[in-house]
């Protein structure tokens, strides 16, 4: 499903090259539920932002569902980002001025979905994931618990093959973070594909696979010596 090849991304700052991912190898295969972990500046938001095509490498090839990315223009590429990864993300990044069901149907939108279909879908959506009552709120109504729900019904609206997670309970108290790994893994027992990325190894053992990532170097490995 997933595969990168030799990944190297540097920046340039004041004359230096700086290496933040240095040879990367990592695939997934459809299903898994994999977690990166990793203290903070190891290389995961930019390993993120590679996978979910918001970036592109130095050096390396990267394939995702059988295409390589490099190859792909601009509107191809938006299309993936909206359509086939769900994005989540610390902070939900939901918009503060649109109501809970329209936050969810934003994708859906940019996929040109009837606006009847659109608002059924989300109220379906929302209505499983216990926040039917919530549909006409604001974000800023909700607790972070019920925000992150929302965001996550908001990545698999549009069935997308990968959800791609980064740091996903950084903002939210144990017991709340620990419900939305139940969540993660209901939807990865549906047949979802999962990347999660962390600092947190308690938040990275609730995947089947945990790879950690150290200034840049991948390497899979137990959780004890993480
Ligand atoms: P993490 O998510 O693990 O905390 P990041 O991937 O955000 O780590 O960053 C890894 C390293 O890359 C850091 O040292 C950071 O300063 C550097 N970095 C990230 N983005 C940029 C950028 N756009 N320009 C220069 N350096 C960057
Ligand atoms: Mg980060």
């Known amino acids: 499903m997933l595969m990168m090849k030799d990944i190297v991304k540097s920046y340039?700052?004041?004359?230096?090259?700086?290496?933040?991912?240095?040879?990367?190898?990592?695939?997934?295969?459809?299903?898994?539920?994999v977690s990166i972990l990793g203290p903070s500046g190891s290389g995961k938001s930019t390993m993120m932002n590679i996978i979910g095509c918001l970036?592109?490498?130095t050096s390396g090839e990267y394939f995702l569902n059988g295409r390589e990315i490099e190859n792909l223009d601009e509107v191809t590429l938006a299309k993936i980002r909206n359509q086939e990864i769900g994005f989540i993300f610390q902070s939900f990044q939901l918009l503060p001025r649109s109501t809970i069901v329209e936050n969810v149907?934003?994708?859906?939108?940019?996929?040109?979905?009837?606006?009847?279909?659109?608002?059924?879908r989300a109220v379906e959506i929302l209505t499983r994931m216990g926040l039917g009552e919530k549909i006409?709120?604001?974000?800023?109504?909700?607790?972070?618990?019920?925000?992150?729900?929302?965001?996550?019904?908001?990545?698999?609206?549009?069935?997308?093959?990968?959800?791609l997670a980064d740091e996903p309970t950084g903002a939210l108290d144990q017991k709340t973070g620990k419900q939305v790994m139940e969540l993660f893994k209901e939807l990865n027992d549906e047949g979802r594909t999962i990347i999660m990325i962390t600092h947190d190894a308690n938040i990275a053992k609730h995947a089947h696979r945990i790879v950690k990532i150290l200034d840049g170097?991948?390497?899979?490995?137990?959780?004890?010596d993480a």
Request: charged fraction near 25%; hydrophobic fraction near 30%; proline fraction near 5%.
């Open 105 to 120: 149907e934003l994708p859906l939108m940019y996929a040109k979905v009837h606006a009847k279909e659109r608002r059924e």
């Open 12 to 33: 340039e700052s004041g004359g230096e090259e700086q290496t933040v991912l240095d040879h990367v190898n990592f695939s997934v295969e459809k299903g898994e539920f």
């Open 55 to 57: 970036d592109v490498p």
């Open 217 to 224: 170097k991948l390497s899979e490995g137990v959780l004890e």
């Open 136 to 163: 006409d709120y604001y974000p800023n109504q909700l607790s972070g618990g019920q925000q992150q729900r929302v965001a996550i019904c908001r990545a698999v609206i549009t069935q997308p093959s990968i959800l």
